[in-house]
């Protein structure tokens, strides 16, 4: 998918975040307010292009006034800078806040010990030793996402690995500098892990997903679109180790074949977990895929656009064994014949007839 953000969100794939109920201490606010009126509140939600060019200064009237303050969504204010943390802060999102730098993220740190949720992402001043200030301070640290922040590197994550032990989400989709280092860090420090996130990380191998599905067997969710070096012994250390798996995406992984979907099939998570499967843009499975597959009883969704060698026939004999599965898919219309004037027969450059 070209807007993986958005992918993510409709695939499932994103962290479920838990709101708290939306009652007296609640506020959402899309125009400008005195900041003394947020001090009895524990949500804060700054909603709306009115925010968008919140400063300096207004970031430190929210630290100094909403002392009440758990969760703070400042998502898109481009014009936020460096403040200090809330001492009650459990839930922060400062996504796409490109002012933001290390420093800021030492002085939320070393404010907000109970943080347990941190969203950054597409901070891109963000580096490794801000990442590392959350790690070393925020101690109950359970979800991370770093999306498309760039500059973060093994370094970055082999701090969380060392002293995030609690975490269960994490999210590094596009940061494209991680390797199988990060991999093996957080299968050595992050064991309780249920969601990791790592779409378009080209440079994660079979190695590294070897290290993580040994130590980490409580998976849940797994995005691996475009992690375009893995082959089918991935999926082998996964059906032999993560059990637990409900949702996997392998989109654009074009060296899956066949033999990895079949030890996926043949695995305990697939027979009793296995709900939610995207092989977009595998061009090497077929139809025997798709045989591999019918004993996953739990199968609500697979995806299969532009998978070439994948038929309407198979497609109808996967539904009949199982008929409540949604299969998304896409067969090119039928080829107009050539020209009259025997001018070469043309076909779509990235569908094949079937």
């Not at 009126?37 to 009237?61: D, N, T, Y």
């Not at 301070?137 to 060392?162: A, K, P, S, V």
């Not at 079979?206 to 969710?221: P, V, W």
């Not at 061009?283 to 019918?294: G, R, Y």
Request: include cysteine; aromatic fraction near 4%.
């Amino acid at each position: 998918m070209n807007n993986h953000n958005s992918h993510v969100q409709s695939n499932g794939f994103s962290h479920s975040h838990h709101h708290k109920s939306r009652s007296e201490n609640f506020l959402v606010l899309g125009c400008c307010v005195p900041m003394q009126m947020c001090a009895g509140f524990q949500v804060l939600e700054l909603a709306g292009s009115g925010w968008e060019q919140l400063a300096e200064s207004g970031s430190v009237q929210i630290s100094k006034q909403c002392r009440n303050i758990e969760e703070l969504n400042l998502h898109n204010c481009k014009k936020l800078t460096d403040s200090d943390g809330c001492h009650q802060m459990r839930h922060m999102n400062i996504s796409w806040c490109k002012e933001v730098t290390n420093d800021g993220l030492e002085a939320l740190a070393r404010g907000c010990l109970k943080l347990e949720d941190f969203i950054c992402k597409g901070c891109t001043q963000i580096t490794d030793i801000g990442i590392g200030h959350i790690a070393r301070h925020c101690h109950n640290i359970r979800r991370i996402n770093i999306q498309d922040c760039q500059n973060i590197t093994d370094d970055g994550l082999r701090l969380i690995g060392d002293h995030c032990h609690d975490l269960i989400f994490l999210c590094v989709a596009n940061c494209p500098r991680l390797t199988d280092n990060t991999l093996v860090s957080i299968a050595n420090g992050c064991p309780a892990l249920r969601t990791l996130e790592v779409a378009c990380c080209s440079h994660l191998t079979d190695n590294g997903f070897q290290a993580l599905a040994r130590n980490c067997h409580n998976l849940e969710r797994m995005d691996l679109e475009e992690c375009l070096q893995i082959t089918d012994s991935t999926l082998n250390y996964l059906a032999s180790y993560c059990h637990l798996l409900t949702a996997l995406s392998l989109s654009h992984c074009e060296l899956i074949t066949d033999e990895g979907i079949r030890h996926l099939g043949s695995s305990p998570c697939a027979t009793e977990q296995l709900r939610v499967l995207e092989l977009d843009n595998c061009p090497l499975i077929t139809d025997a895929s798709l045989e591999h597959l019918m004993g996953c009883q739990c199968l609500e969704r697979i995806e299969l656009y532009d998978c070439q060698l994948i038929t309407r026939q198979g497609i109808r004999r996967l539904k009949n064994r199982l008929p409540n599965i949604r299969v998304h898919a896409y067969f090119a219309p039928v080829t107009p014949p050539a020209s009259v004037g025997g001018g070469r027969q043309r076909y779509c450059k990235c569908c094949v007839i079937l």
